[in-house]
């Protein structure tokens, strides 16, 4: 009897172990999905799509539809060439600063890769709304950004915008914005202006 009691107990103590190496895997997976982006402190995607949902669950006709903008900053990549990527860090974290300057209060900017942004604004109650953040933004890098004091360098932003509609997901409005940015990234791209 004493064997049986202490090969259940062998048991229990491995299950007992299964459960809470189980739980920490859960926990480090929770704790990363809310970790924001080192660089800018920004949300990243797992926490963009958080919020999306919420957003989406939280529309209605009074409260508008939901404005996905999907942004790349172009020439970052030629700063990090020239520069090195401590000076292009420095650039992408001074243009994160000037994407949340630009948009309204209640609107998220998250970094979703390493020059690319997603800004989720809810509220948006026509076309032209969307056209006026995007517009604004835009400004925002009329200046050029200045990662160091003797670097001075001239970004682009490639901005493609997606409004939700009823059957919309936060992966689709994602996924749409990115189309609509690639497609002008690519026509800037074959009339000669890079940015």
């Given at each position: 009897?004493?064997?049986?009691?202490?090969?259940?107990?062998?048991?229990?103590?491995?299950?007992?172990?299964?459960?809470?190496?189980?739980?920490?895997?859960?926990?480090?997976?929770?704790?990363?999905?809310?970790?924001p982006d080192p660089l800018?402190?920004?949300?990243?995607?797992?926490?963009?799509?958080?919020?999306?949902?919420?957003?989406?669950?939280?529309?209605?006709?009074?409260?508008?539809?939901?404005?996905?903008?999907?942004?790349?900053?172009?020439?970052?990549?030629?700063?990090?060439?020239?520069?090195?990527?401590?000076?292009?860090?420095?650039?992408?974290?001074?243009?994160?600063?000037?994407?949340?300057?630009?948009?309204?209060?209640?609107?998220?900017?998250?970094?979703?890769?390493?020059?690319?942004?997603?800004?989720?604004?809810?509220?948006?109650?026509?076309?032209?709304?969307?056209?006026?953040?995007?517009?604004?933004?835009?400004?925002?890098?009329?200046?050029?950004?200045?990662?160091?004091?003797?670097?001075?360098?001239?970004?682009?932003?490639?901005?493609?915008?997606?409004?939700?509609?009823?059957?919309?997901?936060?992966?689709?409005?994602?996924?749409?914005?990115?189309?609509?940015?690639?497609?002008?990234?690519?026509?800037?791209?074959?009339?000669?202006?890079?940015?």
């Open positions: 009897m004493d064997t049986i009691r202490l090969e259940e107990s062998q048991d229990v103590l491995v299950q007992t172990a299964a459960v809470i190496a189980a739980q920490r895997q859960f926990a480090q997976r929770l704790r990363q999905r809310t970790v800018t402190g920004l949300p990243v995607r797992s926490l963009l799509i958080d919020r999306l949902e919420l957003a989406l669950a939280a529309a209605g006709p009074d409260s508008g539809r939901l404005a996905v903008v999907c942004c790349n900053l172009d020439g970052i990549t030629t700063l990090e060439e020239l520069h090195g990527v401590a000076v292009a860090d420095s650039a992408r974290a001074e243009a994160a600063g000037r994407l949340v300057t630009a948009v309204r209060q209640g609107d998220v900017v998250a970094r979703i890769s390493a020059q690319t942004f997603v800004l989720l604004c809810p509220g948006i109650h026509s076309v032209e709304d969307a056209q006026g953040i995007a517009q604004r933004i835009d400004a925002a890098f009329d200046e050029p950004l200045h990662p160091r004091p003797d670097v001075d360098h001239k970004v682009r932003l490639s901005a493609g915008v997606a409004l939700s509609g009823r059957a919309s997901t936060p992966e689709s409005l994602i996924a749409s914005a990115n189309e609509a940015m690639t497609q002008i990234r690519h026509e800037r791209q074959g009339s000669g202006r890079h940015g």
